[in-house]
């Protein structure tokens, strides 16, 4: 189905040549997406942008906010459908990764369940959006409790011509560093597995937004929607580092979190990037890098639970 024909269903004409605004509601919860539909003047591809799969990272959504309202039917090419933000739930309740009423995280869970629970079912709807387009770019930043490097993820779980698109448009956002991984439950992943090519991007820091961010971020996203001529412009190419992979720590029982490295840091195999104390300030785990990399998004909040990512070290 298209994206008009997803819509329709929802009571939204979307005609030719105009901005349709409204909500996507996910089907038995109360739960509501708001969208943005830009139907341009000419035939031309179908892309995909969310922001705010979870609901603390402010920059990307802001940024979907606006792209939304700038595009016009008149200087567009094709179909651009915006959802901004994904996770509203979670964005209003002021969360970080999880959703209120599951417990889960969004970003875990795609292709998602018709049936599921409300994360699920939310991940299920924008998956079908997924399978209308020919192009899926997901913003992400810093959460409420991450600091991180601006870089872009493609999945790996497409055919070799999914990723090998994912991976070309990556390098277009302008981000240092851009790395493969499988994704398996996250949005592009979700859209991978549905034959559709994607791009996960992170810019920003610990749940905060500033313009100069946003104004990073629009800038590299244009350039994203020029290179398939969804707008006018000139497409600037970039220099990027890509990465072989990124190998994340996760916390294996709860307590409070001590880096010893920071952001951006080289580590070598081997060395220690942190530990997990108790409430007494007692030791209990240390966590050593697994691989030589670059330190690419470090958690900053003293408090920890288990199963939460602690780094990502980015591997050439």
């Known amino acids: 189905m298209s994206f008009t024909e997803l819509l329709s269903s929802h009571g939204y004409s979307c005609e030719p040549e105009t901005k349709t605004t409204g909500f996507i509601p996910i089907e038995g919860t109360s ?103 020919d192009f899926y770019i997901d913003l992400h930043g810093g959460d409420i409790h991450e600091s991180l490097v601006p870089f872009v993820i493609y999945s790996t779980m497409g055919t070799a011509e999914v990723n090998e698109t994912s991976r070309k448009v990556s390098a277009l956002l302008g981000f240092p560093y851009v790395v493969g991984a499988p994704a398996e439950g996250a949005s592009i992943g979700g859209a991978a597995g549905s034959g559709v090519p994607g791009l996960l991007a992170e810019l920003g820091q610990c749940g905060r937004w500033s313009e100069s961010e946003v104004e990073e971020y629009l800038k590299a996203v244009r350039n994203v929607l020029r290179s398939f001529d969804s707008i006018s412009g000139n497409v600037v190419q970039h220099e990027v580092q890509y990465l072989e992979k990124m190998v994340v720590g996760k916390a294996t029982e ?53 199963d939460d990512p602690l780094y990502a070290v980015g591997v050439s």
Not at 118 to 125: D, G, H, L, Q, T
Not at 284 to 302: C, D, H, N, P
Request: with cysteine.
């Open 254 to 306: 709860d307590g409070c979190w001590y880096p010893s490295k920071q952001l951006k840091d080289t580590v070598t195999k081997g060395e220690k990037i942190g530990e997990i104390r108790d409430f007494f300030g007692e030791k209990k785990s240390e966590f050593f890098a697994e691989e030589a990399g670059r330190i690419l998004y470090l958690v900053t909040s003293l408090a920890i639970t288990a």
């Open 31 to 133: 739960v509501s997406m708001p969208f943005t539909l830009v139907r341009g003047a000419t035939a031309g591809e179908n892309l995909l942008l969310t922001g705010g799969v979870h609901g603390g990272e402010y920059p990307c959504i802001e940024t979907v906010i606006r792209l939304a309202r700038e595009l016009k039917p008149e200087t567009v090419r094709g179909n651009i459908l915006l959802i901004h933000p994904v996770n509203t739930a979670a964005f209003l309740a002021r969360m970080q990764y999880y959703g209120p009423y599951d417990g889960k995280n969004l970003n875990r869970v795609f292709p998602g369940k018709a049936r599921g629970t409300v994360s699920e079912r939310i991940a299920y709807v924008v998956n079908q959006y997924q399978q209308a387009s």
